[in-house]
């Protein structure tokens, strides 16, 4: 008899586990319904489920951040409040409660806060905020909103207090400088905001919204001089802001100075000394296009200025005969100078350093040393990171030789010619941390020598320029001699000829800075190809995390989970990681219209995404239209000033007191597309003591290395 209701009881049990995992599989499926961007159905489903299962807490959770990234954020409220009248005093003793995760009741009160905040309901919020720190005193994100509740409300002592906690057991938190600086400008504090908005910039460099404040306040100090070089930054990387521009304008007539004399380049005055390849003839030869803009195109140029500290000769392109020979005089040391000018509609006229006139030519020139072994090439004023948070100008010093293009459309085009394992000696500094360990640099220069050549065999995706690859993120980024380093050479030098294959044929071996924990899948992503080697892959030791729900994706992205791109060390920017940017509406607005004429923002809809949780769609409405941005590179340039670091971000809407929004919040993980290998991880993993090899073939599923001679 015992055996009998044992085993009866094994039976029942079984049943109810069915039943229970039966829900949870329902559940799920209706959460793949918000992951593929059909966030009705979702909302639908979820509240039918929930009728049948009332005290199922996360549950209402999922549907509550349905509802807020749907923008019913009256709803995420009422099913939030009905969560916490549920949770149980002991989740673990609880029959009805159904979680992969224990959801804290704090969690639920910090997501009802934050929709009171965005609701302009300080008052509630404040009272959960501060209900929450009671309990959890270092609770940041419910710190956080306190501290922008007591801006809001101009309690400027409480703000001020309470950001200086925020940094203090925070000091990798931007936002909570750049607020301790808001609140010191109202103040009057003008010094101290400027310090804080300064350590906002070297917490986290993409947050390029700082500019405006830190010009406003240099006005105020009457420090013209620094005003007008923040709007001329935001106009670098955007040229048609009209506020900055207005701004600019502005503070042009108050400078004691022209302004060309305030915003100086980076000049190079001393040429390298350099080490050249060993046994390079062999070795494949590359063009590649200096000054390009965000796609690879020749930056417009009018005029160019190139130094030589040695024996030159200026050659013609078509037929090698040499135009020019200049020599370097020994006893003056002097340097040989060639200016370039445009003359329309395909001429350009060359000048030697005295001003003579060289003649005028519709073909391409070669200038090129007579030694190139140990000389260089500088070219002044290149243009660099157009459209990105670090836009300008500098001089590159280069290897190899200079080729210029004359062109009706881009003016003069500058390519560099030069081999392939000395192009590497600059790309693995102007692509990774320079101080990243040596079997992250080893990887990296495997996998920069397999793109430079799938690049120049297959895409050719610059050959109407005259190039194989740009000097910018759009291929690989260059910056020329000065950026080389020991540890990158050696890194080259130590993989040499070693590029990736899948099944003998070279792969696009793409990468990006971090992940954010998660790989992202090529055949996820519109226009990409679908690649058994470009997989979305896990970045860490342990099993995948569940990305199943809503729920989870907020855990994930507003968390720091033990994953290798969570690599902290000198000069790597935790920020880069794990971000929060805070941009005013009317500035996404503007950067919108561009391309997009929608007039102002309506609302900002998360929509479809990858199993990394990166978002594939995002749909945009405002009062002239709606359009859905539904390419990784379009949702991260036209939802922010200088590009988003990546898509990999949860949108939160703050409306103002008519109902329209005010701005919006992206609390986001990695930097960059998140295919490929994870530059962040490759450091991570080295650190868990792998080698290039094992790091290559962790991102690069099935692959293999094979070298080629030379």
């Not at 062109?407 to 500058?414: A, F, P, T, V």
């Not at 924990?517 to 995948?544: A, N």
Request: with cysteine; glycine share 8%.
């Amino acid at each position: 008899m015992k055996q009998l209701r044992l085993a009866f009881g094994i039976f029942i049990f079984g049943i109810l586990a069915i039943s229970k995992l039966s829900f949870s599989g329902e559940f799920e499926k209706a959460s793949e319904l918000y992951f593929q961007g059909k966030g009705e159905q979702a909302i639908s489903q979820y509240q039918e489920l929930l009728k049948k299962k009332p005290g199922n807490l996360e549950g209402w959770v999922n549907l509550a951040l349905m509802a807020r990234d749907a923008g019913l954020y009256e709803q995420a409220i009422s099913y939030l409040k009905h969560a916490l009248s549920i949770y149980p005093q002991k989740p673990s003793l609880s029959k009805e409660v159904i979680t992969s995760e224990v959801i804290t009741s704090n969690e639920i009160l910090n997501l009802l806060a934050w929709i009171y905040f965005y609701t302009i309901d300080f008052n509630s919020a404040e009272n959960i905020f501060r209900k929450i720190l009671s309990s959890e005193p270092r609770f940041l994100s419910a710190l956080f909103g306190l501290g922008r509740v007591n801006i809001e409300k101009k309690n400027w002592t409480g703000a001020e207090k309470t950001f200086k906690k925020i940094i203090a057991h925070n000091p990798d938190f931007a936002l909570g400088y750049y607020f301790l600086g808001f609140t010191y400008e109202n103040l009057n504090r003008f010094e101290e905001a400027v310090q804080m908005y300064q350590q906002t910039l070297k917490t986290d460099s993409n947050l390029v919204e700082i500019y405006s404040s830190l010009g406003q306040v240099y006005k105020k100090q009457r420090n013209y001089e620094e005003s007008y070089k923040q709007y001329r930054k935001i106009l670098d990387i955007d040229p048609l802001h009209s506020e900055a521009k207005r701004k600019r304008e502005e503070i042009v007539p108050l400078l004691a100075r022209p302004p060309e004399e305030i915003t100086p380049k980076k000049k190079i005055t001393l040429f390298s000394s350099i080490k050249p390849t060993k046994e390079k003839a062999k070795i494949p030869i590359l063009r590649i296009g200096t000054g390009s803009d965000e796609k690879g195109a020749p930056y417009p140029t009018e005029k160019m200025v190139l130094k030589l500290g040695s024996n030159f000769l200026l050659v013609r392109k078509k037929n090698g005969k040499v135009i020019f020979q200049g020599k370097v005089q020994s006893s003056t040391g002097a340097v040989n100078i060639l200016q370039i000018q445009m003359k329309k509609p395909r001429k350009m006229e060359i000048f030697d350093a005295g001003g003579k006139s060289l003649g005028k030519y519709k073909e391409a020139m070669i200038v090129r040393l007579e030694n190139p072994e140990k000389g260089t090439i500088v070219v002044e004023e290149v243009p660099y990171g157009k459209g990105f948070a670090w836009a300008s100008m500098e001089d590159r010093e280069y290897r190899g030789e200079i080729e210029i293009i004359p062109d009706k459309r881009y003016g003069l085009i500058s390519v560099n010619i030069i081999n392939l394992e000395e192009y590497l000696y600059s790309v693995l500094p102007s692509e990774m941390y320079p101080s990243a360990p040596q079997e992250a640099l080893k990887a990296q220069a495997v996998v920069a020598r397999t793109v430079a050549l799938f690049k120049q065999k297959y895409h050719k995706l610059h050959e109407n320029f005259g190039y194989d690859l740009c000097d910018e993120q759009h291929c690989q980024v260059y910056r020329g001699v000065k950026k080389e380093t020991e540890k990158a050479r050696q890194a080259v030098d130590e993989t040499r000829g070693e590029i990736l294959t899948d099944r003998d044929k070279m792969i696009n071996a793409l990468y990006s800075a971090n992940c954010g924990g998660h790989t992202q899948s090529t055949k996820e992503l519109k226009g990409w190809s679908d690649e058994p080697y470009l997989t979305g892959v896990f970045d860490g030791e342990t099993s995948t995390p569940s990305l199943h729900s809503p729920y989870e994706l907020e855990k994930w992205i507003k968390s720091r989970p033990q994953v290798y791109c969570n690599y902290q060390a000198e000069n790597f920017q935790p920020t880069k990681f794990r971000w929060l940017r805070i941009i005013p509406a009317k500035e996404i607005e503007e950067h919108l219209n561009h391309q997009y004429p929608l007039g102002k923002i309506k609302r900002i809809v998360p929509l479809a995404r990858s199993k990394s949780g990166h978002l594939r769609e995002v749909r945009i409405v405002g009062e002239k239209g709606e359009v859905i941005l539904d390419k990784e590179y379009e949702i991260r340039k036209f939802l922010g000033l200088g590009f988003l670091r990546s898509a990999l971000f949860i949108l939160e809407t703050k409306f103002n007191t008519q109902g329209s929004p005010e701005e919006f919040i992206f609390w986001g993980g990695g930097w960059g597309h998140g295919v490929g290998m994870c530059q962040f991880g490759a450091c991570g993993m080295t650190e868990k003591g792998y080698g290039y090899k094992e790091i290559l073939k962790h991102y690069y599923r099935g692959t293999e290395i094979h070298k080629l001679e030379y």
